[in-house]
């Protein structure tokens, strides 16, 4: 007998419409064939399908069983295709009777008829909406995540013979309903806080700059210092998500795989690979790319310690990211695009002893400007902060002066700031000061004519290049809006000025 | 000699310096591109570490740019550090230097200090005993070195370590009864301390440039002008920026430090920097770091 039902299919960050049928026949060889352009995951699901079946005293008949997953043209992978193969072979077999007409599928099946967690869960759930699904059956693990998801019913089973039941309409199963917004709204802990550092005005202030505007920021200075631990502080300050980037960044993380337990993405994310990572986990690969660490950051901080340690070629897959704010990958199986918006924060030692300009420092002139040209000028073109975080001595860990203010205040001011950016460009592609083009910059950064004079002269003296020009004004705006100012004035552009890059000679730019 | 710039001067030719004659193991000839150091003129070897310290910098700029204004030739060795800080300190300001190399005459060593070469080419030249195309060996330095402090009427040390390549300039231009003079540092500096022996070993004291002048014969005694580094050449500083410079050193200060010490916010700090970078007064070194600028 022959049956059908429904269930997803991802492709990148895509899901497609993908139908599972099986046709137990008479006569012939008994065999169990499984057709449709599957990833060896789901060839493998053969046996792990039958085990399951009979570990719940369903028996597969010795007959010719033949599963097809159409469209036969589009090459499928993932684990969740265990539960609607199951279901489709449950039907043929007629342990289902009522109809599944109006539901979706995803799960993955242990021998002992268990059914585990798999990835992907919310942005099949959009995609089950949008074909007008009313039903999407997942692994109960999943439900919370699926439960996002507005106007479908998404229902958690724990093993087959619960799916059976409910099916069959034997047991009801209320579906799980997730108000995302009071997710959102309740206190979060992140894992460090601006309360717990002590000192450091001037590297406050540029993290500051940096999270007001998503201007990107390197981080200098010994080590010891704090720069990790500062740049750990940046999401916290960063206003809160609201429902529609909670969604984008939980289907990012859910298709990758590293979803927690709590099911949704409620706070902005802070992904700080090793200095080791590869090209492919950086940008994302595999035969069906899955994103990797700078789509996994999107809205949110990506964080590179030790930056000149990171193999060059590396870190230049950074430049397309951080110019479109998404990353294009093309692969023989299709080009795929993911969104990769975040902030760069990057930390890193003076010199190779860590200590320049203090006279702790061994290094030769000659190595430190080796040191410093590890990081190339393009990638050092597209830091508008650059900024140094001293060494703490012994009295400043041990004094009993109050630490600053704590994230949440700071993180009310950035929010003000957000808002002044947004109005500004209510009308334009781009949302923050960082992104805003040579030609945007002549219209909202005008200069008065003292600044104009006060630049000028710093322009010639200090050597600043044609790039480094556009970056100070984009930052000097930021400054401004923190200042609830209309015009950029002298304080703004010479702190502006202030987190140029510069080491001598070599990064003057 | 394939390239027309390059001369060979025989010891026996006239032109062959003088000062090169009178010295133990002179050399047979020398190969020169640019010219030769005017024997009319003063000249001072300017020599030091290597890994020099800001400090370091700020004092071989300053002694050679206030040596070449008063008319002084700089010879060195164009190395890293000091070397090649003070010669380009003197071009800067107008001066004549001569670099000495312990290769042949058209290789670059270091290579960084091409840009230096090319502004010595113009503004005076390149002396070397061994013939062109010969790359640097460590074994040719301590013998150029001998060179160096045989073209001068000074040898001033700027910042050594207590063994150093500087020890063996100061031991020929003994040999050869030139005055070494070494500016004195800090006794816990490991740069400071090749200085501080030379001093203790009977050296002249360089604390200014003045003193360097002044026995060179070319200012007279006690009328030495140059004696300290005054803060009334800011004049037109606003009380603001006077007490920030006030708190300012030679040595990287943290602004930070400066904000804490000065008490002022750290916005208005900034642009009073600038202004003051702008005035030449101070100098970045390194992110969030400033320093007094010595020259001034």
Redesign the interface.
């Known amino acids: 007998m022959f049956s059908s039902v429904h269930s997803l299919a991802l492709h990148g960050l895509e899901v497609r419409e993908v139908s599972v049928e099986a046709d137990i026949a008479e006569g012939g060889l008994p065999v169990f064939e499984m057709v449709g352009f599957l990833g060896s995951e789901i060839k493998e699901s053969k046996d792990r399908i039958r085990t399951a079946l009979r570990n719940c005293g369903f028996y597969l008949p010795p007959k010719r069983i033949t599963v097809n997953l159409s469209p036969a043209d589009m090459r499928k992978t993932g684990s969740h295709f265990d539960l609607p193969v199951a279901v489709s072979l449950l039907r043929s077999m007629g342990i289902i009777t009522e109809s599944t007409d109006d539901t979706v599928f995803a799960g993955e099946l242990s021998l002992s008829g268990k059914i585990s967690k798999v990835t992907g869960i919310l942005p099949m759930a959009i995609k089950a909406h949008e074909l007008n699904y009313k039903r999407f059956i997942v692994p109960k693990e999943n439900a919370a995540e699926g439960g996002a998801v507005d106007g479908i019913e998404v229902i958690g089973v724990s093993d087959i013979d619960e799916v059976i039941r409910f099916l069959n309409k034997d047991i009801v199963i209320d579906p799980r309903r997730i108000d995302v917004e009071e997710l959102i709204n309740t206190k979060k802990l992140y894992s460090a806080d601006f309360s717990e550092i002590k000192?450091?005005?001037?590297a406050r202030?540029a993290i500051e700059v940096a999270a007001s505007g998503m201007h990107n920021i390197l981080l200098?200075g010994p080590p010891g210092g704090g720069k990790s631990m500062m740049a750990k502080c940046i999401p916290s300050i960063l206003p809160d998500l609201t429902k529609d980037e909670c969604m984008e960044i939980t289907g990012i993380h859910s298709i990758a795989g590293i979803l927690g337990s709590e099911g949704l993405v409620t706070k902005r994310p802070f992904i700080s690979p090793h200095h080791t990572v590869s090209r492919q986990a950086l940008s994302g690969g595999g035969g069906i790319p899955k994103p990797g660490d700078v789509s996994l950051a999107h809205r949110g901080v990506l964080f590179l310690d030790e930056f000149p340690e990171f193999a060059r070629s590396t870190i230049e897959i950074l430049r397309q990211p951080m110019e479109d704010r998404e990353i294009h990958i093309s692969r023989a199986s299709g080009n795929y695009t993911f969104p990769a918006n975040f902030l760069l924060a990057a930390a890193m030692n003076?010199c190779k002893c860590g200590y320049?300009?203090?006279?702790k420092c061994?290094?030769?002139?000659?190595s430190i400007?080796k040191y410093l040209s590890g990081i190339s000028g393009p990638i050092l073109d597209r830091i508008d902060i650059?900024?140094?975080v001293?060494g703490l001595s012994f009295e400043d860990l041990n004094s009993d002066e109050t630490s600053g203010e704590d994230s949440a205040t700071i993180r009310g001011r950035v929010t003000d700031t957000f808002e002044i950016q947004k109005k500004r460009f209510k009308d334009m592609r781009i949302n923050f000061n960082s992104e805003m083009s040579t030609k945007d910059i002549r219209v909202f950064c005008e200069l008065g004519e003292k600044e104009e004079e006060?630049f000028k002269?710093?322009f010639e003296?200090?050597n600043l290049s044609a790039r480094g020009y556009h970056r100070i004004l984009r930052c000097a705006r930021t400054i401004a809006d923190m200042d609830h100012s209309d015009r950029i004035s002298?304080?703004?552009l010479?702190?502006a000025?202030?987190y140029r890059?510069?080491?001598?000679g070599l990064w003057n730019v | 000699m394939c390239n027309e710039d390059i001369r060979y001067i025989c010891a026996l030719e006239d032109e062959f310096p003088e000062k090169l004659k009178g010295i133990p193991t002179p050399p047979q000839g020398i190969y020169v591109k640019g010219r030769l150091p005017d024997p009319g003129k003063k000249t001072v070897s300017i020599i030091g570490s290597r890994n020099n310290s800001e400090y370091g910098r700020g004092v071989a700029e300053y002694f050679a740019k206030e040596l070449s204004k008063n008319g002084v030739q700089i010879v060195s060795g164009m190395a890293r550090g000091i070397d090649g800080i003070s010669q380009s300190a003197a071009l800067a300001a107008g001066g004549s230097s001569f670099g000495i190399l312990g290769c042949g005459i058209d290789v670059v060593y270091p290579p960084e200090n091409r840009r230096l070469y090319e502004i010595i080419l113009e503004k005076g030249g390149i002396i070397s005993e061994y013939p062109p195309g010969m790359s640097p060996r460590a074994s040719l330095f301590p013998q150029r070195n001998r060179i160096i402090s045989a073209l001068s009427d000074i040898l001033l040390v700027i910042e050594a370590r207590q063994k150093s390549g500087t020890s063996i300039t100061v031991r020929c231009a003994l040999d050869q009864g030139r005055d070494v003079f070494a500016v004195p540092g800090r006794i816990t500096d490991p740069l400071s301390h090749g200085c501080n022996k030379l001093i203790a070993d009977g050296a002249g004291i360089a604390t200014c440039p003045g003193d360097i002048l002044e026995a060179l014969g070319l200012i007279k005694c006690g009328k030495n002008k140059h004696r300290k580094i005054s803060l009334k050449k800011f004049t037109n500083l606003s009380e603001k920026q006077l007490k920030i410079i006030r708190y300012l050193d030679y040595n990287p200060i943290n602004i930070n430090e400066i904000a804490y010490k000065t008490g002022y916010d750290l916005s208005d700090l900034t642009l009073e920097l600038l202004k003051l970078e702008l005035k030449g007064c101070v100098e970045k070194a390194g992110q969030g770091f400033y320093i007094l600028k010595m020259n001034t």
């Open positions: 000192g450091q005005k001037a202030r200098t003076p320049y300009p203090d006279k061994t290094c030769s002139e000659t400007k650059v900024c140094n001293e006060l002269e710093s003296i200090l002298c304080v703004h010479s702190e000025i202030g890059s510069a080491y001598r």
